[in-house]
């Protein structure tokens, strides 16, 4: 008998505990009111919304649709914000409420993301599981300053030997290829990735509008030659939202920005920064901003230089990466 009074003494003791905590809990709780500003949809279209009501929003702030959908506030009307959709769209409908969520787009750093294959904000893609990330960054930041910047003086090989022969490349700096379509861009860029193998060099391919079947092209060309270990990708299509694919660009960079500062060198490769003007563009025209030369908005340069001057190479004491 006192070996089965034993448990039931002890089990009944745990209960007692647990039940005289939750109670000291409920006895010292004070609930508190708080005010939350609830907007209303007002225009839906393809790939944007505008919303009334949000009078405390700030610019490139996340707001939250029904069905945990995102977007980024791109407009500040007097009497109305233009948002610009993260996630699909196709049931909503003017009179959906939308809520502020008081921060900015994030992504998840660190080499946890390497070797998987991302969209841009942060979801795995590739079946394999949610992302074990060192830590979250907001995909727009400040580009590091002038005196912040070391010389270029290190090379960065192609594998290519016409390439490397004529054309100086270096860690730390921008370089651009130009060409018609299927003169072999994405190749020259693949090239240089897999040709990154046991040099110490990361890589962030960011796949911009681009089709499926060319994604899945590059992955299985990065998996034959084993250049998915030091490789992450961050993928948009053409049928994602516009919002994705111009986000797509600064979330690779945040990533990459990880390592840099850690006193990695790391290749970024935007696939291609067309497809991200485009976009941009669209979402502009939707959102009634003036269009420029070729429809482009004004300030289309200087959307890529804000991205392009993130990638140098820094000063020693600041990690020395590029």
Known sequence: ????????????GVLDSSFAAVDEVLETFQPQLRVQEVGEVTFVSQGIARVRGLRNVQSEELVRFPGNRLGQVFNLDPEEV??????????????????????VL???????????????????????GPLRAAERRPVEREAPAI?????????????????????????GQRELILGDRQTGKT??????????????????????GKQNAAVAKVIADLRRYEALSYTAL??????????????????ATTMAEFFMEQGQDVLVVYDDLTLHARAY??????????????????????????LLERSTHLREELGGGS
């Open 147 to 171: 005196m912040d910047r070391a010389p270029v003086t290190v090379p960065l090989q192609t594998g290519l030997k016409v390439v490397d022969a004529l054309i100086p490349i270096g860690r």
């Open 234 to 251: 961050v993928v948009t299509t053409g049928e994602d939202p516009p919002g994705q694919q111009f986000i797509a660009a600064y979330a």
């Open 1 to 12: 008998m006192e070996a089965t009074k034993k448990p039931r003494d002890s089990l009944q």
């Open 281 to 306: 563009r669209e979402l502009s025209l939707l959102l009634r901003r003036p269009p420029g030369r070729e429809a482009y908005p004004g300030d289309i340069f200087f959307i890529h230089s804000r």
């Open 82 to 103: 233009g948002i610009i959709l993260l996630d699909e769209s196709e049931d909503l409908q003017a009179g959906t409420e939308v809520r502020p969520t008081g921060r």
């Open 187 to 208: 190749a020259i860029a693949l090239d240089t990735i897999i040709n990154q193998k046991d040099k110490e060099v990361v890589c962030i391919y960011c796949a911009i």
């Open 106 to 128: 994030d992504v998840p750093v660190g080499r946890g993301v390497l070797g998987r294959v991302v969209d841009p904000q942060g979801r795995a893609l590739d079946g394999k």
